[in-house]
Nanobody, 115 residues
Framework: QVQLVESGGGLVQPGGSLRLSCAAS????????MGWYRQAPGKQRELVAA???????NYADSVKGRFTISRDNAKNTAYLQMNSLKPEDTAVYYC?????????RGQGTQVTVAS
């Protein structure tokens, strides 16, 4: 059984930073392309950062230069370092494979950027 557990979210002021973590069990991250997604209220889920199985990273234009995705294969954990946060980054953040698999959906972690 695959389990993805996201953590690290919280309330942060604009310009602040957070580091999200995603601990995986039942799946070997290095065998998959995986990514960080987010979903804001009333909006569709969007992929903001991707890490291919070959080690290539890609970012949505809205976060490029501010977010960094990484992966620790030994810990089977993925990370999302988020800097220079903006109010529009407010959302629930999820990690999952690419493409998204509903069966792997975790509980997500809430990120709120507000003063």
């Amino acid at each position: 059984q695959v389990q993805l557990v996201e953590s690290g979210g919280g309330l942060v002021q604009p310009g602040g930073s957070l580091r999200l973590s995603c601990a995986a069990s039942g799946i070997i991250f290095s065998n998959y392309s995986m990514g960080w997604y987010r979903q804001a209220p009333g909006k569709q889920r969007e992929l903001v950062a991707a890490f291919t199985s070959g080690g290539i990273t890609n970012y949505a234009d809205s976060v490029k230069g501010r977010f960094t995705i990484s992966r620790d294969n030994a810990k089977n954990t993925a990370y999302l370092q988020m800097n220079s946060l903006k109010p529009e980054d407010t959302a629930v953040y999820y990690c999952n494979t690419i493409p998204w698999r509903n069966a792997y959906r975790g509980q997500g972690t809430q990120v709120t950027v507000a003063s």
